[in-house]
């Protein structure tokens, strides 16, 4: 994959503002916390998909095999006429609280600017505002072009389908998030990975209707890879949060909870933003209508869905972000590379 480089004066000087903001903020509110990194983001991201015991895959319902790379994903819009792959080249973090809406899951970017002249003699205020997201198709549309960066947006999502021959099987994912080419920043750990099931298709030949299947009213999983693992500047962040206790090693810890955006809003004073309504805690085991897993860096994952395929093609809906409110996404972890592997089986992970 291409990876940009983006080192500028400009960038620089946008750069030093946002720490010094960030210090600021971070006293101020234990909520929000993605809106003071703007400048975190992923510079190379690659992704794979496998399956095992006779499960195969496919990126558009027509041509199956055992394995999808970054390619087969990037080339689903020359025969799958609906597909809507947002394949970013480029990664910041956003914020979820898994609510799945037609299908998709509402993903928000947030931002926050100071209030310098009210007309009210006051000033300095830090205000907050989150931005609903819309999933696009990158190469479809040729996002990549575009000049603006992050014009492809700000996180992966993309279909797959599955194709089972038995009905009633269990259905195991595995996989890991890590970063590569140097040192680890942390980003890794601020990692999520979340699918919506869709419908099965019990004729997979019949292309047209497999291409055609709905996500609406999935169930949603998401996976926190990593979850026990932080990095020393997160940790601290974390007690500056309060969203950790300081007797807490730094590795072998629980996971963390965190509170994910649900919906959108503007200039929301942060000094008030703590208790309002625009925030989900995600807690371990279930949050809302969606089933929550986190494991360990050092195991492997041996996650069963909640419900297991049916004979025929079953379409999910796969979603790859760093999740701003996540404790180790800040502006020291920006640019690094990270590997998504995910893998589905018929049979559990030993």
């Known amino acids: 994959m291409k990876k940009r480089t983006k080192a500028s004066q400009k960038r620089l000087n946008n750069l030093l503002l946002i720490l010094l903001l960030s210090a600021v903020l971070l006293i101020m509110s234990t909520y929000a916390w993605f809106t003071a990194n703007r400048t975190v983001n992923i510079d190379n991201i690659d992704v794979k998909v496998a399956t095992s015991s006779g499960l195969q895959i496919s990126a558009d319902g ?8 970054y390619q087969d994903l990037k080339d689903a819009y020359q025969t799958y006429a609906g597909s809507v792959n947002q394949l970013p080249e480029l990664m910041a973090p956003v914020s979820t609280a898994l609510e799945e809406d037609n299908g998709k899951l509402k993903m928000f970017y947030g931002d926050v600017n100071t209030d310098l002249d009210t007309g009210s003699g006051t000033y300095g205020k830090y205000l907050l505002t989150s931005v609903l ?12 072009d575009d000049p603006d960066e992050y014009a492809a947006g700000y996180y992966f999502a993309f279909d797959i389908f599955l194709k089972d021959t038995v009905e009633n099987n269990a259905l195991y994912m595995s996989g890991s998030a890590e970063e590569t080419g140097g040192a680890k920043k942390g980003l890794e750990n601020a990692s999520r990975i979340a699918l919506i099931k869709g419908a099965t298709n019990p004729d997979p030949e019949d292309t047209g209707a497999t291409q055609s299947l709905s996500t609406a009213g999935g169930e949603v999983v998401m996976w926190e890879p990593n979850a026990d693992t932080h990095t020393e500047k997160g940790r ?7 969203w950790t ?8 810890a629980d996971p963390i909870e965190y509170d994910g955006t649900n ?5 929301i004073e942060l000094s008030a933003a ?26 492997t994952p041996n996650l069963q869905m909640p419900s297991g395929l049916t004979a025929g093609a079953t379409k999910y809906r796969v979603y ?19 590997e998504y592997n995910l893998s589905f089986s ?3 992970y030993v």
């Open 274 to 299: 703590k208790g309002r309504d625009e925030f989900t805690t995600i807690t371990t085991g279930e949050t809302g209508a969606a089933a929550i897993w986190t494991t360990k860096k050092a195991e």
């Open 62 to 69: 027509i041509e199956w095999k055992t394995v999808l790379d």
């Open 245 to 252: 206790d300081m007797s807490l090693p730094l590795v072998d």
């Open 320 to 338: 790859i972000w760093v999740e701003g409110q996540d404790i180790d996404c800040e502006n020291n972890a920006s640019g690094t590379d990270i």
């Open 236 to 242: 601290e962040n974390g007690y500056t949060l309060g």
């Open 263 to 267: 919906k959108e809003f503007a200039d």
């Open 346 to 348: 018929l049979d559990p």
């Open 133 to 144: 997201q819309e999933d696009k198709d990158t190469y479809r549309e040729g996002l990549l």
